[in-house]
Antibody, heavy 122, light 108 residues
Framework: EVQLVESGGGLIQPGGSLRLSCAASGFTVSNNYMTWVRQAPGKGLEWVSIIYSGGSTYYADSVKGRFTFSRDNSKNTLYLQMNSLRAEDTAVYYC????????????????WGQGTLVTVSS | SYVLTQPPSVSVPLGQTARITCGGNNIRSKSVHWYQQKPGQAPVLVVYDDSDRPSGIPERFSGSNSGNTATLTISRVEAGDEADYYCQVWDSSSDHVVFGGGTKQTVL
């Protein structure tokens, strides 16, 4: 059974750093595209970052240069290092498994974790 | 960057058909995916690649994509279908994911 469990959220002051984790089971993260998506309170879904099976990473403009997506293959775990946090980064952060349809040139997300809440406030 | 536009809300009587739209420039050239999100829960994929359904999703959920509009159709709407629905595409020009703003569906 595929499972994704996020952790590491909490209350952090503006300008601070936080590292989120996403522990996967039932599949191998290094063989898949994986993503982080966030949702501010009462708002819609916002894509944050994606990591390809080959290790390449891409980021939304709103977090580029501040967030780093990585993985530990030995632990089958993903990480989102978040630096220089701002109030607008306050959100529930979800990790999700991405499925790539090569012929259609598209990617979608078939399994999601339950999310971890990050609150940036003084 | 590519923009997806959804109506903020739709209302549909119980047992009727709901249609939720997702607008984008020449969206028919892209593959559209749809997610359902109930309060306090993670999103769930209900349609991918315009019209395919993941295992376990009822046949009442279907999708289409033409011109500048993709549509999620929910037939014989049930009370349990009350949720937020999001469309999503992959922007290959930037390797970015794009979500629509979401539509809150109310079942009357």
């Amino acid at each position: 059974e595929v499972q994704l469990v996020e952790s590491g959220g909490g209350l952090i002051q503006p300008g601070g750093s936080l590292r989120l984790s996403c522990a996967a089971s039932g599949f191998t993260v290094s063989n898949n595209y994986m993503t982080w998506v966030r949702q501010a309170p009462g708002k819609g879904l916002e894509w944050v970052s994606i990591i390809y099976s080959g290790g390449s990473t891409y980021y939304a403009d709103s977090v580029k240069g501040r967030f780093t997506f990585s993985r530990d293959n030995s632990k089958n775990t993903l990480y989102l290092q978040m630096n220089s946090l701002r109030a607008e980064d306050t959100a529930v952060y979800y990790c999700a498994r991405a499925r790539r349809l090569t012929t259609a040139g598209t990617t979608y997300f078939d399994y999601w974790g339950q999310g971890t809440l990050v609150t940036v406030s003084s | 960057s590519y923009v997806l536009t959804q109506p903020p809300s739709v209302s549909v009587p119980l047992g009727q058909t709901a249609r939720i739209t997702c607008g984008g420039n020449n969206i028919r050239s892209k593959s559209v995916h749809w997610y359902q999100q109930k309060p306090g829960q993670a999103p769930v994929l209900v349609v991918y690649d315009d019209s395919d359904r993941p295992s376990g999703i009822p046949e009442r959920f279907s999708g289409s994509n033409s011109g500048n509009t993709a549509t999620l159709t929910i037939s014989r709407v049930e009370a349990g279908d009350e949720a937020d629905y999001y469309c999503q595409v992959w922007d290959s020009s930037s390797d970015h994911v794009v979500f629509g703003g979401g539509t809150k569906q109310t079942v009357l």
